[in-house]
């Protein structure tokens, strides 16, 4: 089954103490980019990545990290999490990037409690 | 101002109505435009890119209206399953893989 898959899902976790979410796509993708959601602002872009070692900024890329490695995975990492991260976070991958037709595939999401 | 502003609604309409959201945009050069649907506690999932003569898609229909910045869905024949939160989404300029949201327009469709 085509699908991105996001862990954790949930967690609960103290400010200071470095985190990583994994994502996950087995449908070859080379575009993969995370979000953060929060009550009315949306989803707002934190990094994005077009291919094995090429990752951008999005929107508020200020206290976390990415890396690409690999094609599949595109982990984000908050070094020293505070509580402003504190969100409901979605991986997202598509073919070739966000062109018309190029539909994001999200993951199911990962709820971050920071203390 | 934010780059993508949407009102929040909640819209709360009877089956078979007709709904239409309008999507504002800050940057005039921005250069792709879609509507995602959000259910509740789910991940968006694309309904539509929108494209700039116009594009149907069964009952939803999508504009973009360049000259005054926004972008609008209409939804026909409301039904209940239409129930959920509808993102607008642009790209920035001169760089279409950077993706701004709106936070979104609450739809609720009632018996």
């Known amino acids: 089954e085509a699908q991105v898959t996001q862990n954790p899902r949930y967690l609960i976790t103290v400010t200071g103490k470095k985190l990583t979410v994994t994502c996950s796509q087995n449908m070859n993708h080379e575009y993969m980019s995370w979000y953060r959601q929060d009550p009315g602002l949306g989803l707002r872009q934190i990094y994005y990545?077009?291919?094995?070692?090429?990752?951008d900024k999005g929107d508020v890329p200020e206290g976390y990290k990415v890396s690409r490695k690999e094609k599949r995975n595109f982990p984000l990492i908050l070094e020293s999490p505070s509580p402003n991260q504190t969100s409901l976070y979605f991986c997202?991958?598509?073919?070739?990037?966000?062109?018309?037709?190029?539909?994001?595939?999200f993951g199911d999401g990962t709820r971050l409690s920071i203390l | 101002r934010k780059e993508v502003e949407q009102d929040p609604g909640p819209f709360n309409v009877p089956e078979g109505a007709t709904v239409a959201f309008n999507c504002t945009y800050s940057?005039?050069?921005?250069?792709?435009f879609f509507w995602y649907r959000q259910d509740c506690r789910k991940e968006p999932k694309l309904l539509m890119s929108?494209?700039?003569s116009g594009n149907e898609d069964g009952r939803f229909t999508a504009q973009l209206n360049r000259a005054s910045q926004y972008i609008s869905l209409l939804i026909r024949d409301s039904k209940l399953s239409d129930s959920a939160t509808y993102l607008c989404v642009v790209t920035r300029p001169y760089n279409n893989n950077d993706m701004r949201f709106g936070a979104g327009t609450r739809l609720t469709v009632k018996p």
């Open positions: 997202a991958s598509s073919l070739y990037g966000t062109g018309p037709d190029q539909p994001q595939h």
């Open positions: 990545s077009m291919n094995v070692e090429v990752t």
């Open positions: 929108v494209y700039s």
């Open positions: 940057n005039s050069a921005s250069q792709s």
